[in-house]
């Protein structure tokens, strides 16, 4: 007698069916549900922040400003943080873990690679000085182009181990130095922005106050007048870096003063206060400056200064005592040998004098701030303090 075989009604059937439908159709919703939400979260992610003005930031008791065009498409500019970079990464991977160290590498390799992916090319600079006499504040701002370039600059900054000084759901505040160095540079790290300052309520003012707010004051009539001429959201061809200051309390004369001394070139500015009091005149004599820097390449750079001098007596001493700097540079022996040279231009205008000038070492100044030398070890040899031993003749 034959078996009889087990068969499935039609209402089984029909029940099977519909749940592997439902199963089929509930595996695909949580797909497409997971497709939607990834390509919500990139599109926030990517959805790039807008770049503030330039003038975002002027307050009442601004003095100077300036800007930094960090594009990666620019060979100077790519050069020199290339080279920079390279340095930072050695200098502080001495003291780092070996894991530690490939993982610096790598994110700095990734940021050498991408630097204006994360930020915006134009970085803004601030100085200020809330009274005569007062101590000068200063701010950088590096606005993220979007959401993901904040997360890869915070896990770079992240990775050095920079010691945090507060924390906030909206602020982290990393301190560039020992915590007993009070003075010490700040770097605050927002949803938005990077800001390097020297004061706390500096940097809350720049890294956290909302995009279309602005300052209750401004600066004074000259000051903008000297901002007009810097052209900051469209800057001349190959300009890298330009500034403008008002001179207040010879703010001029100060901070080219702890530049040369920080490059440890100090040799170079008691030739340039010799030359400007054989002429009865000094930096306290001029009323503004506007600086153009054009980085040809990690070594060598260009740069335009334009002295605003408003007497014409001062203006006419300013002028000889630029001509007696260029006479000195095509007067001054060349050394094969001579780690920083330059080449100095002068030309005198209705209320300003420029000064061109062609500096080629800008690796050695590097390494003399950085305050080693790439494999070093030890101590940094002085380099050369002579002016006329880093000045080269003019063609």
Known sequence: MPQKTDSLTSVEESTHRQRRWGCTCGCLTFLVAILLGALGFFYLALKPYPLPKPDRWLRGETIGF???RMSSTDSGISDLFGFLSSRLEEKWGRELKDNDRRALHSLVTLARQSTDWVIY?????YLEQQKSGAALRFAGVGQFRHFFGYLLGRSLIQTLGLPVQSESPSLVVYRLGPREKSDAPLLGVSHFR???????????????????????????????????????????????????LINKDDALGRGLENFLK??????????????????????????GLRLSIDIVSADRMKC????????????????????LLEGLASSAPQKANRPVSTKIESRPGRNYVEVSIELVGLRTL??????????????????????????????
Request: proline share 7%; glycine share 4%.
């Open 66 to 68: 300036g800007v930094l």
């Open 121 to 125: 090319p134009p970085v803004y600079f």
């Open 194 to 244: 990077l800001a390097l300052t020297n004061d706390n309520v500096l940097l809350e003012a720049v890294a956290t106050t909302a995009e279309d707010s602005r300052s209750a004051s401004s600066p004074d009539e000259r000051f903008m007048t000297y901002y007009g001429e810097l052209h900051a959201e469209k800057p001349e061809p190959g300009e890298d870096f330009a500034l403008v």
């Open 262 to 287: 920080a490059t440890q070139q100090i040799g170079t500015w008691e030739r340039i206060q010799e030359t400007l009091a054989k002429h009865n005149v000094s930096f306290e004599d001029v009323q």
């Open 304 to 323: 335009v200064a334009t002295f605003y001098v408003e007497q014409q007596a001062a203006l006419k001493r300013m002028a000889e005592a630029a001509k």
């Open 366 to 395: 590097i390494d003399t701030w950085l305050g080693d030398k790439p494999g070093a070890t030890s101590a940094p040899e002085p380099s050369s303090t002579k002016t006329d031993e880093i000045i080269t003749s003019h063609p």
